[in-house]
C-alpha cells in the first residue's frame, strides 16, 4: 500500500528563525512526483514545492528547500527566515501511476513573534 | 492568477438528505478531482473525472456519491442520502492535463456538517 507518513502533528518556530517538516513515504513505484502543500486557516491549499523522484537534485522556492532522501523515502522540508504568514498546516503529498494524490496527516506549523 | 472556486463554504445538513457540492475549476482545465478531509483524518481521494467519464475512483465513493459537469464551467460532487460519517471538509482540484506530472489546483473547500 501506498503511505505517506507525517510524524509531526504540531511544530513551532520563532520569526526569522529555520525549521524543518519530516515526511515519510511508502510506494514501490520507481517514477512519482512528491509535493508540499500549504493550507493557511479557513484558505485553500496551495503548491510550496515539488520534486520529480527521477531528479537527484532538490527542489528549491526561495526560502523553501526540500532534503529528498530516495533510498530513504524521506522527503522533508526546511523553511528557512521564517515569517508569520508561514503559519499554516503544511500537508506532504505523493502521486505515483495514477490521478491521485495520497496525503498525510499534515503538521500544523505556527510562527512566533 | 486563476484559482478554482467552491460553494457554498459551509453546508449543513439533515441525515438521509441529498447534497450537491460546487466547484468552479480554472478554466482551460481539463481534469477534475474531489477529495475529503474528516476532522483531525488524511485528505483522501475520491473521484478524477475527465470527458465526461470518471476516471479513477476510490472505495470511499459508493453509490451514494456521483459527479457531473452539467455546464462547461461547474463540476458537481452529490451525495444522494446523507449520512453522519459523510461529515467532511470537501475538496475539489483541477489539473490542465492528467497523470502524475501535472499540478493539482485545490479550491478553498466545502465543510460538510450532516446532523
Known amino acids: 500500500a501506498q503511505t505517506v507518513t507525517q510524524s509531526q502533528p504540531e511544530m513551532s518556530v520563532q520569526e526569522a528563525e529555520t525549521v524543518t517538516l519530516s515526511c515519510t513515504y511508502d510506494?514501490?513505484?520507481?517514477?512519482?512526483?512528491l509535493f508540499w502543500y500549504k493550507q493557511p486557516p479557513s484558505r485553500q491549499m496551495i503548491l510550496v514545492i515539488r520534486?520529480?523522484?527521477?531528479?537527484?537534485q532538490n527542489a528549491t522556492e526561495n526560502r523553501f528547500s526540500v532534503n529528498f532522501q530516495k533510498a530513504a523515502k524521506s522527503f522533508s522540508l526546511k523553511i528557512s527566515d521564517s515569517q508569520l504568514g508561514d503559519t499554516a498546516m503544511y500537508f506532504c503529498?505523493?502521486?505515483?501511476?495514477?490521478?491521485?494524490?495520497?496525503f498525510g496527516t499534515g503538521t500544523r506549523l505556527k510562527v512566533l513573534a | 492568477e486563476p484559482e478554482v472556486t467552491q460553494t457554498p463554504s459551509h453546508q449543513v445538513t439533515q441525515m438521509g438528505q441529498e447534497v450537491i457540492l460546487r466547484c468552479v475549476p480554472i478554466s482551460n482545465h481539463l481534469y477534475f478531482y474531489w477529495y475529503r478531509q474528516i476532522l483531525g483524518q488524511k485528505v483522501e481521494f475520491l473521484v478524477s473525472?475527465?470527458?465526461?467519464?470518471?476516471?479513477?475512483k476510490s472505495e470511499i465513493f459508493d453509490d451514494q456519491f456521483s459527479v457531473e459537469r452539467p455546464d462547461g464551467s461547474n463540476f458537481t460532487l452529490k451525495i444522494r442520502s446523507t449520512k453522519l460519517e459523510d461529515s467532511a471538509m470537501y475538496f475539489c482540484?483541477?489539473?490542465?492535463?492528467?497523470?502524475?506530472?501535472?499540478?493539482?489546483?485545490f479550491g478553498p473547500g466545502t465543510r460538510l456538517t450532516v446532523l
Open positions: 503529498a505523493f502521486i505515483a501511476g495514477t490521478y491521485k494524490y495520497i
Open positions: 520534486q520529480e523522484a527521477y531528479k537527484q
Open positions: 473525472f475527465y470527458n465526461n467519464e470518471i476516471s479513477e
Open positions: 510506494t514501490s513505484e520507481n517514477n512519482y512526483y
Open positions: 482540484a483541477s489539473t490542465l492535463v492528467g497523470g502524475q506530472a501535472d499540478t493539482q489546483y
